[in-house]
């Protein structure tokens, strides 16, 4: 076994190890009563989300404006036996 093998399969193993940990559930240090009373009390604050560009947004943007225009119906067409 060459060092390189030994250094990629060390190496992954520390990867795959801080994925477990990073993936775990947070740590909190409140009660669950001291949750709930904030929760109740809410923050009186309302914050407005701040918009930014990305790619992916304007990509899906001009699909609904291309789409935008008659629709057609494709597929076949469910009726009520009474409908006729």
């Known amino acids: 076994m060459s060092v390189a093998l030994a250094l990629q399969i060390l190496g992954g193993l520390v990867a795959l190890g801080l994925g477990i940990w990073l993936g775990l559930p947070g ?6 009563d001291d949750v709930e009373k904030r929760m109740v009390e809410g923050s009186g604050q309302s914050r407005k989300v701040k918009r930014h560009f990305t790619p992916l947004a304007w990509v899906q943007r001009q699909l609904k404006a291309r789409n935008a225009g008659p629709t057609r119906r494709r597929g076949f067409h469910v009726e009520h036996p009474d409908e006729h």
């Open 27 to 32: 740590r909190y240090d409140q009660s669950l």
